[in-house]
């Protein structure tokens, strides 16, 4: 019998199967255009201050939209949020901070090293070793400790590798619960990253992070660098396969380094891309390979 009425269907299901992708690349595009707006702020209120105000904004945009005190939660549950949420706060400061002086792509690649090394720590496959060789090249080419890299700033680099340190801590207490839901742990964790940061900030930028057009344009930065990127990450996660959801997400240090480029002016040399496609290689290399049962390093906490 013919199948002609079922015709119609096809076109619908490439276009659902497209829908997580394009929510995924959406929330890439929107974490590096808020953190491409983020750096204006850095000459009214520096760098602390810009912290302080993306992180308390997106805890009040995150706990009005999950309501998290709903969520009922044991002892453990608890001082893991506090760890989860430190470290969170802690990574967002020093990211910032490596804002001041290095680009942004190069930021978020020299940070994906964090997630990177903590998936292939535990590694027993030969060919990860092959991802272990793309990623220390490509951090060969950035860091300042061989006659390979570039001329980056040192200080800038260190708050990024320390970036990278919280990235994977805060991976780690994220996978401690996963039992709980995804939305209002986040609320909870970024609320605690409030209270860690906010002193940094007031303490740098005091009274100006009150102007009115300040508060403003952080809330905007707040939008698209958390609450709009959640949510595509939800959507996408919900249809996607870890391993998908891995693969799209190494691309984050590329979009990073093209947002930068269109919204703040920063050229990257032709070593500095080589450097970044090493990383984005190993990345994508290693969710491919990831065994099952070992998350593949590209799946990251949603909100960072």
Request: contains cysteine.
């Amino acid at each position: 019998m013919s199948r002609a009425p079922d015709a119609p269907d096809a076109p619908r299901g490439v276009a659902e199967s497209l829908v997580p992708v394009l929510a995924l690349v959406g929330s890439m595009v929107s974490l590096g255009v808020g953190t491409s707006f983020a750096k204006h702020l850095f000459a009214a209120i520096g760098a602390e201050g810009t912290t302080a105000l993306r992180v308390g904004l997106s805890a009040v945009i995150l706990v009005a939209l999950w309501r998290p005190w709903r969520l009922t939660l044991t002892g453990s549950d608890r001082r893991t949020l506090l760890l989860y949420g430190s470290v969170l706060g802690a990574m967002n400061l020093l990211f910032y901070l490596s804002l001041r002086t290095i680009p942004l792509g190069l930021a978020i690649a020299i940070e994906f090293s964090g997630p990177l090394v903590l998936a292939l720590a535990v590694s027993r496959k030969i060919v990860d070793f092959v991802w272990i060789g793309c990623a220390v090249l490509g951090l060969s080419l950035l860091l300042p400790v061989s006659g390979l890299s570039t001329s980056l700033d040192p200080v800038g680099v260190a708050c990024a590798l320390g970036a990278a340190l919280c990235w994977a801590l805060y991976i780690v207490f994220g996978q401690r619960l996963g039992h709980l839901h995804g939305g209002r742990a986040v609320a909870i964790g970024m609320s605690v990253a409030a209270l860690v940061v906010m002193p940094v900030g007031i303490a740098s930028a005091g009274a100006a992070l009150l102007d009115p057009g300040t508060l403003a344009f952080g809330l905007g930065i707040a939008a698209l660098s958390s609450a709009l990127p959640y949510t595509l990450e939800m959507v996408a996660l919900k249809r996607l396969s870890k391993q998908s959801f891995g693969v799209l997400l190494s691309l984050e240090p590329a979009i990073g380094s093209l947002a930068g480029f269109a919204l703040l002016g920063e050229r990257l040399t032709l070593t500095e891309w080589l450097a970044i496609a090493c990383i984005v290689v190993a990345s994508v290399g290693n969710t491919v390979s990831a065994r099952r049962g070992r998350p593949p390093a590209s799946v990251a906490a949603v909100a960072v």
